[in-house]
């Protein structure tokens, strides 16, 4: 099981990004495929999350009607609009079997992480 981060950057606020998460050595169906930010400061924090059984999506309060989750085959996009400084961060994607969850616990695998700046 590998999973691939990219598309992260500097962006000014405002603005937008779309990360993207690769899967590898498995299929995500019936599976739960979240992306989760962390900083120096901060515990490690779910943003986003899909259950590919039932293609529903969830939200962190922080993000939601800004950020948009989905899948395309095996790969699971993190449309980021109308970024703030508070959005600074690496992000990780992680994936396990089961339900959505924005609790990093949950999930055993995960994907190196990409830096998103916002900063003008």
């Known amino acids: 099981v590998q999973l691939q981060a990219s598309g992260g950057g500097l962006v000014q606020p405002g603005g937008s990004l779309r990360l993207s998460c690769a899967a590898s050595g498995f299929t995500l169906d019936n599976h739960a495929i979240a992306w989760f930010r962390q900083t120096a400061s901060k515990e490690r924090e779910g943003v986003a999350c899909?259950?590919?059984?039932?293609?529903k999506t969830y939200y962190d309060g922080s993000v939601k009607g800004r950020f948009i989750i989905s899948r395309d085959k095996n790969t699971v996009h993190l449309q980021m609009n109308s970024l703030k400084y508070d959005d600074t961060a690496v992000y990780y994607c992680?994936?396990?079997?089961?339900?959505?969850?924005?609790?990093?616990?949950?999930?055993?695998?995960w994907g190196q992480g990409t830096l998103v700046t916002v900063s003008s």
């Open positions: 899909i259950s590919t059984s039932d293609g």
């Open positions: 992680a994936t396990d079997e089961g339900r959505c969850s924005l609790w990093y616990r949950t999930y055993g695998h």
